[in-house]
């Protein structure tokens, strides 16, 4: 949760600074998230927690989260291109140097080492320590409620998306579900709220 925002603040500040561009980055249909960062602020936790506990040097740390945010990038430019007809952002077609495939550049790879470097030596000990594990009856239920809701935010952009997909094939909406979402998240919507994303080609 504390990863996609501000991964989120992190990406669009970079983007005014390196281009001038001020757009909506979000990738969920409510809230100021981007799963991008949320899921690899996950993966950065359990490696380099691993790799504290193995007392890895600085160099180990770089390198694992170079490959760690590399993958997830490539896997996930991919799936939401294969799955969802939608692409975010293209390193080849955007000219960047170092680009190794659409998803994957190496400044990024870089970026991604810094990153997982900084979070195992700076963020990672003091946020968990804080965070503590959900222990009391208020925290689960917290915890609880809050991961009822991005399950929901998930859901509800997958089926956007899917929506999405079907109206730009001339698919009509089968269920009331289906013209509720067509009614509520229409393409317009779509296109103001992924700004930075090419939707169905």
Request: some cysteine.
């Amino acid at each position: 949760f504390i990863g996609s925002i501000l991964g989120l603040i992190l990406e669009e500040v970079w983007m005014f600074i390196s281009a001038g561009v001020t757009e909506s980055r979000v990738g969920l249909v409510w809230g100021p998230f981007s799963p991008l960062y949320g899921v690899g602020a996950v993966l950065l936790t359990l490696v380099t927690f691993k790799l504290r506990q193995a007392h890895a040097s600085g160099l180990v740390v770089f390198l694992v989260s170079m490959v760690v945010g590399g993958l997830l990038e490539q896997l996930t430019g991919w799936g939401m291109e294969t799955f969802m007809g939608a692409v975010s952002w293209d390193y080849i077609a955007g000219g960047v140097p170092g680009a190794i495939t659409k998803w994957v550049a190496v400044p990024f790879l870089f970026f991604w080492g810094i990153l997982g470097y900084a979070w195992y030596k700076m963020i990672m000990p003091d946020l968990l320590w804080a965070l503590g594990i959900p222990t009391t009856r208020r925290k689960a239920i917290f915890v609880t409620l809050l991961s009822i809701y991005l399950i929901a935010d998930i859901f509800m952009t997958i089926m956007c998306f899917e929506r999405r997909a079907e109206r730009d094939a001339g698919i009509p909406p089968s269920n009331a579900f289906e013209e509720w979402v067509d009614e509520n998240f229409n393409n317009n919507f779509m296109s103001e709220r992924f700004q930075n994303m090419v939707i169905g080609g």
